[in-house]
């Protein structure tokens, strides 16, 4: 279990998700970048990164699922 907050993750991802803020947040630094230069890679990996943090899927660095709200 990860140490980071989801909620944090998910509120980063949905006002901060087109420049890869919640990806530094949980550690992924190079998919980070990528989602920097990218606009989230075109605003489908934002989408599909808030649907895994809802529901509960999305990993951190390690791959410890982040779970505690």
């Known amino acids: 279990m990860s140490n980071k907050s989801r909620l944090a ?3 980063l ?3 901060l998700g087109g420049i890869g803020v919640h990806r530094f947040y949980v550690g992924k630094i190079g998919t980070g970048i990528l989602w920097l230069f990218t606009g989230g890679c075109f605003g489908i990996g934002v989408i599909v990164d808030f649907i895994m943090i809802a529901v509960g899927a999305f ?3 390690a791959g410890n699922v982040i779970s505690k709200w």
């Open 59 to 61: 990993k951190d660095k």
């Open 9 to 11: 993750a998910l509120l």
């Open 13 to 15: 991802c949905f006002f």
